[in-house]
């Protein structure tokens, strides 16, 4: 390209660069606002509220360990401090209900999304596939 044209047709450049910004933001709406966008945004809800509540569940064993390490040195330890442990188990009891709440609902907007915006023949499908019944096993496979 010559200098003289860029001198030349710099508006005419600058209109097709906020085009392509303004197609691009267009094509990202769409795209979210898509079946598919809509799925994988529940589906990403859904996910960090089951990492939230499993983190809220190691929480509550923690409070159960230091709770009963406390009670097992009742003799030792200060009753404030006995509790206090009880009272943080039972705020992580009820974080751990709340977390699970949370995971209800959002299981439930991944099943009216797949409800609302797929055809019945690939709605069991993809409930089986996003909603299985039981959490798989993680624990390492032995006799």
């Known amino acids: ?53 499993a983190r809220t569940l190691r929480a509550i064993e923690k409070a159960e360990r230091i709770a009963r390490r406390l009670h097992e040195q009742a003799e030792t330890t200060k009753p404030r401090h006995v509790q206090e442990a009880k009272e943080v188990l039972e705020d992580a009891r009820m974080l751990a209900k709340i977390a699970n709440d949370k995971v209800l609902v959002a299981e439930n907007h991944v099943r009216r999304v797949i409800h609302e915006e797929y055809p019945p023949v690939k709605q069991e499908r993809l409930r089986k596939k996003y909603l299985p019944e039981q959490a798989p096993d993680k624990r390492p496979f032995s006799f």
């Open 1 to 53: 390209m010559d200098f003289e044209l860029l001198k030349s047709n710099w508006a005419l450049l600058v209109a097709v660069g906020i085009g392509l910004i303004i197609v691009l933001v267009v094509l990202l709406q769409l795209i979210r606002r898509s079946a598919w966008g809509q799925l994988r945004e529940t589906r990403r809800t859904l996910a960090e509220a089951r990492q939230d509540e």
